[in-house]
Nanobody, 124 residues
């Protein structure tokens, strides 16, 4: 049983920073890609970033490039999303997700496992 548990969300002022964590358990993730998605009220869930569990390849949506960094700690089975220079439009519930293989890593429906989400609110 794969489990993904997010933490680290909260309320921050515009320009501030947060680091989200996603603790993964239940299997070996070496062949997985891990993604972060977000969903704002009234909007569809959108891709934010992804990383290959074994390796350094990363992917980002254009709107967060240069501000967000995805990384992972294999020893802790944890994936992080470091967010700086936060903007009010970054406000959303952020979800961690996992999928096998490198194809279509930006597509929500390609992911097999999801966490429960963590709220990020950026005030102006």
């Amino acid at each position: 049983q794969v489990q993904l548990v997010e933490s680290g969300g909260g309320l921050v002022q515009a320009g501030g920073s947060l680091r989200l964590s996603c603790a993964a358990s239940g299997r070996t993730f070496s062949d997985y890609y891990m993604g972060w998605f977000r969903q704002a009220p009234g909007k569809e869930r959108e891709f934010v970033a992804a990383i290959r569990w074994s390796g350094d390849r990363t992917y980002y949506v254009d709107s967060v490039k240069g501000r967000f960094t995805i990384s992972r700690d294999n020893a802790k089975s944890t994936v992080y999303l470091q967010m700086i220079s936060l903007k009010p439009e970054d406000t959303a519930v952020y979800y961690c997700a996992a999928k096998v293989g490198p194809f279509r890593v930006t597509v929500t429906t390609q992911y097999d496992y999801w966490g429960q989400g963590t709220q990020v609110t950026v005030s102006s």
